[in-house]
């Protein structure tokens, strides 16, 4: 028998993780109306403008698909026909967990309405119901990149104090309909990419919107993007809240883009060090007001030194003290590396700087082309560790993963040593974090069927352990396959560990 070298934690969590926009297509089935990432091919817009425009006469926004685009989140992967056949899948891994999210325009497909849609509720019970039957514990996304549209096309998001309503009403009925079911909660997706990408991660549309303009995201405004900013981190905050006050016995986390967080300064030369501290501020801010409850002092310079200061209601900041997460849930992809002398930014449109265009000369790993970024598993130590010491609250890891372009060959399970490497070099340093003491509570897997991707919308980049037949044409029949990683997987978790 192998000896267990990494043995983690009874009770651990392991499983995967999926979002509802990019793996359930359906996307106009049983009531439900589009949402941000509908009119999308891919959330990173840079030279794309997303598939709405605004109407001079009518005074209005309205959808406006390209017609040359593919938009493969439309019928993605079906699994919100076929989630039966792929939880199944999920389970043959030994999965006790799985991380999908609620669609928005499921339950209210406006977003506006008071009454919810009960075939989209019903479809979420029969879910929850099938993963528990699997022995999975369900782990929930609120919002994974999916504000209803009309929020967006009619109230302009997350900029609009009435979105906290909206979204409020939205908490209430899911938390009530499946508070027995589902105990384990994430507010917003990666709501730090916020200023990055405002229109997916804001649901935010610049209300100095320029048809003309090629270039979509110069179109926001920095006091725009700040008040949506205070309007979601209130509206969080009152998430937790209200999900203590009727789900006592569950947990809620945040969910941040952690990648960023692993960057390291170029050199030892403190202004290196400096930018760097700068560039992690974009961040650790979304923590620091969701897991600690405070806007740091360098954004409210900020605010006072460029006029933007986001209106506020009386008690908006003591909520947002009193109220916050349970844990804190993350993704880790790769590092990143500052350096001032280079100047790149990268963070367009963000708070700070900071710069991943430089290469770190001590990784020579890479995933590779198109999507190369340097394979750094030592990254989401460090990051587990950086949380533990600023915020000392249970930590998640929501996704870690590697996109690799792979081709089946019919009756042969794929190979794919690379995505085997990634997941046990990676997993062995969540090891060692816990060994120093971080409190992690689970591990999940991004992509572990293939699905769409969100940066760049297409199909080819495949996450998965299970194999998906769609591709970026929109051809393929859909059926599944196993990867030869979904073994190596699955003695892993039997073994809970390596
Ligand atoms: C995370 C998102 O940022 O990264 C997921 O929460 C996304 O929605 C994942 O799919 C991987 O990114 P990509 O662009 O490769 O799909």
New binding site residues.
């Given amino acids: 028998m192998t000896e267990i070298k990494y043995k983690f934690p009874e009770g651990f969590l392991w499983g995967g993780a999926i979002?509802a926009n990019?793996s359930e297509g359906a996307w106009l089935e049983d009531g439900k109306k589009p949402q941000a990432t509908d009119v999308m091919v891919?959330?990173?817009t840079d030279g794309h403008t997303p598939g709405v425009k605004y109407n001079d006469e009518k005074k209005k926004f309205e959808i406006a698909l390209h017609k040359d685009k593919e938009y493969l989140a439309h019928e993605a992967i079906d699994f919100y026909h076929r989630y039966k056949e792929d939880l199944k899948l999920m389970a043959g891994m030994g999965f006790n967990c799985f991380r999908t999210s609620i669609s928005w325009a499921r339950i209210f497909p406006n977003g506006d309405e008071i009454v919810p849609n009960e075939a989209g509720l019903k479809y979420y019970d029969d879910l929850f119901d099938t993963m528990l039957s699997l022995k999975m514990q369900p782990i929930v996304t609120i919002t994974?990149?999916d504000t209803p549209l009309h929020l967006m096309m009619e109230y302009n998001g997350w900029s609009n104090r009435k979105m906290i309503q909206f979204f409020m009403n939205y908490c209430d009925v899911i938390f009530r309909r499946y508070g027995s079911k589902v105990k384990h909660w994430l507010t917003f997706?990666?709501i730090n990419?916020i200023f990055r990408m405002p229109f997916a991660a804001g649901g935010v549309i610049p209300s100095h919107y320029d048809p003309e303009s090629k270039d979509f995201s110069a179109n926001y405004t920095q006091k725009e993007l700040h008040q949506a900013l205070h309007h979601a981190m209130v509206a969080n905050a009152k998430c937790v809240k209200l999900f203590h006050e009727l789900i006592p016995n569950g947990k809620i986390g945040c969910?941040i883009?952690g990648s960023h967080l692993a960057t390291y300064p170029a050199s030892c030369d403190p202004r290196d060090v400096l930018a760097t501290l700068d560039a992690r501020r974009n961040t650790f801010l979304f923590t620091d007001i969701m897991a600690a409850g405070v806007y740091p002092e360098y954004l409210w310079k900020k605010w006072e030194v460029e006029k933007i200061t986001p209106v506020m209601h009386e008690r908006d900041l003591e909520i947002i003290r009193t109220h916050t997460v349970d844990f804190i849930g993350f993704?880790y992809?790769y590092s990143n590396v500052c350096n001032v002398a280079d100047g790149a930014e990268f963070f367009e449109g963000t708070l700070m700087k900071g710069s991943r265009k430089v290469k770190n000369p001590y990784i020579n790993d890479f995933s590779p082309e198109p999507?190369s970024f340097p394979l750094d598993p030592l990254g989401i130590r460090y990051v587990l560790e950086e949380y533990t010491d600023r915020y000392h609250k249970p930590l998640f890891i929501m996704?870690n993963?590697l996109?690799l372009a792979e081709t089946e060959v019919p009756g042969q399970p794929i190979n794919d040593p690379e995505r085997i490497r990634f997941l046990e070099e990676h997993l062995k340093q969540v090891f060692l974090a816990i060994q120093d003491g971080c409190n992690v509570m689970g591990y999940l897997w991004?992509?572990p069927i293939d699905?769409?991707?969100?940066?760049?919308g297409e199909m080819r980049?495949r996450?998965g352990f299970v194999y998906v037949d769609r591709h970026n044409d929109g051809t393929g029949d859909l059926h599944r396959s196993i990867k030869q990683s979904y073994y190596r997987y699955k003695e892993i978790i039997e073994n809970n560990g390596l």
């Avoid at 699905?451 to 760049?456: A, D, I, N």
Wanted: no cysteine; charged share 10%.
């Fill in positions: 979002a990019q891919g959330i990173i994974h990149f997706n990666e990419n969910m883009a993704s992809y999507w996704e993963g996109g991004w992509g699905l769409v991707s969100s940066g760049t980049k996450y």
